[in-house]
């Protein structure tokens, strides 16, 4: 080992480390952070550099789970649980139907149905002979109670977190009903999961501690010749770090265009060769043609407001298109003229108007079918917003390819021969699966798996034959298959990745440097 070399080119929190601790002593970022009074992730920076010299050492890993409050945790807090509000009330002021609470109390109706169920099963509250919610006794276990308590503590707890390890039994029992980890903007605690670290200082550390002392470098040498010290004239009586004039510098790559870019347009080509042609649509769109117009009902629990973003300013289009609002609304409330006995509700003519970031890019196959050439191939890249835990597989902003072929002779067959273009000609996968799924408006319907090297299987996309609910109402009578394909999973594959994220990295080496398997 290079003593010299390496205090030579020692970071200043390299050095900090160096000096304050000895060998054996357990370190982790946060003992860093707290006596060193480091910055979030300098702590994590310095046992990167000093593990990459070999002076420190990897002593054992652990992992500690926490409980973060949400803003919706913290509106319990202030206004009360939805069951503490609901309780009150009754108690209070008497019998109401399940429509009137939440109307009182300002709250969803699916959240008072779900309040309500909890109350009852603690022997709170019952539903009389009038289908009115009436009050009963306080509840029998300690449920509620726990759950008020936990809300507080959360509340007031430094940062909104919570030590799973730190909490009774009974109270980690009632957190596993309140808290998520994913989705968990409608629930009032997150599940956090830390990874501790811990380190020390390895023996070879002693010898450049040494040589640190020796040389006189304290970690507090001028790194930077700032405005404020030329001004102040202290760059005269400061120490200079050294630095290593013998690093080779940085490779210039000529730029070229970035490979996602690429993917995307190899995608496009190959699709147009084959007769299809391309359609778009608006970021923005209705209810109505994003989920109305393909037989989702307006219940469904993928139209919530934490499942979907909803624009704030204008919130609705001025109107629907007829004859397609009609056709859409027979289709939900009684079948219309497509031979179903449709989803038996009365279809809300104000909620589809409701405007949206579009969650699915099955929307572009919605307002195309209506104006489609029989026979046709149709196919479009939309960008989609769906809230999400963003991992190596889900980001809350993804593009998804979707299409359509419509036709007398199409058929399950050529779904599946579509499938297999993506996986395995496009995507690059070796491992292909198709899975039986389930959507609204499809039927049949099937996902298409791959299996990728290090992520394992995980889902491309889904497809189907679209439902005479969705055809007939847009004045389509010839079958019509569709599928929704996530581009950006066929990019991991094409381009080597491992996540997600990658595609959009802030690292330009990184970019340049990449190449499609395509």
């Not at 002593?59 to 973060?68: G, L, P």
């Not at 949400?70 to 009754?90: H, Q, V, Y």
């Not at 030590?163 to 596993?176: I, P, R, T, Y």
Request: negative net charge; hydrophobic residues 40%.
């Amino acid at each position: 080992m290079d003593v010299q070399s390496i205090i030579k080119n020692l970071h200043p929190l390299e050095i900090r480390v160096l000096r304050t601790y000895s060998c054996g002593q357990e370190l982790t970022a946060e003992k860093l952070e707290r006596e060193l009074d480091y910055k979030q992730g300098h702590a994590n920076q310095a046992f990167s550099w000093l593990g990459g010299k070999e002076l420190v050492t990897e002593v054992r890993r652990a992992t500690k789970t926490f409980y973060e409050i949400t803003s919706l945790g913290r509106s319990f807090a202030a206004e009360g649980t939805p069951e503490e509000r609901i309780f009150a009330l009754l108690k209070n002021s008497g019998s109401f139907t399940l429509p009137e609470i939440a109307s009182t109390l300002g709250l969803e109706n699916k959240d008072v149905g779900s309040a309500f169920g909890t109350l009852s099963k603690e022997g709170a509250v019952r539903m009389d002979e009038s289908k009115k919610a009436t009050f009963v006794g306080e509840p029998a276990g300690d449920r509620f109670a726990i759950t008020h308590t936990l809300i507080a503590k959360g509340a007031a707890a430094p940062d909104g977190l919570l030590e799973q390890a730190l909490l009774s039994a009974e109270e980690n029992a009632v957190m596993s009903t309140l808290a998520k980890k994913r989705g968990a903007a409608d629930a009032p605690f997150r599940v956090l999961e830390r990874e501790t670290v811990v380190y020390t200082l390895s023996a070879a550390s002693d010898e450049v501690k040494k040589a640190l002392d020796a040389a006189g470098i304290t970690g507090e040498e001028i790194g930077t010749i700032t405005p404020a010290l030329l001004k102040s004239g202290d760059w005269k009586k400061g120490t200079f770090r050294g630095y290593n004039i013998a690093v080779p510098p940085a490779r210039i790559i000529q730029g070229r265009t970035n490979p996602y870019v690429s993917f995307l347009e190899s995608v496009k080509d190959k699709l147009t060769s084959l007769g299809f042609e391309e359609f778009d649509g608006p970021l923005v769109e209705t209810e109505f043609w994003n989920s109305d117009a393909l037989f989702m009902p307006q219940f469904h629990a993928a139209r919530d407001i934490h499942d979907a973003y909803y624009v704030k300013n204008p919130t609705h289009a001025k109107s629907i298109e007829e004859p397609w609002l009609s056709n859409v609304a027979a289709a939900h409330e009684n079948g219309g003229n497509t031979g179903s006995r449709g989803w038996n509700y009365s279809f809300d003519r104000e909620f589809t108007r409701r405007l949206i970031l579009r969650s699915q890019g099955t929307a572009l196959s919605a307002h195309q079918l209506h104006k489609a050439k029989i026979p046709g191939k149709y196919f479009g890249i939309a960008r989609c917003f769906r809230y999400d835990k963003v991992d190596a597989t889900h980001l809350s902003d993804f593009y998804q390819t979707e299409g359509i072929v419509l036709g007398e002779e199409v058929n399950f067959k050529t779904l599946l021969g579509f499938l297999e273009m993506f996986a395995i000609e496009i995507a690059g996968a070796t491992d292909v699966k198709y899975v039986p799924g389930y959507f609204p408006f499809t039927e049949p319907s099937v996902e298409v798996h791959i299996k990728h090297p290090v992520l394992g299987w995980f889902e491309l996309g889904g497809s189907g034959i679209f439902r005479p609910e969705v055809t007939k109402a847009m004045g389509i009578d010839v079958p019509v298959i569709a599928w929704g394909i996530g581009i950006d999973r066929m990019a991991l594959m094409a381009l080597g990745l491992n996540d997600l994220r990658e595609l959009f990295s802030s690292d330009i080496e990184a970019v340049r440097l990449r190449k499609a398997k395509y």
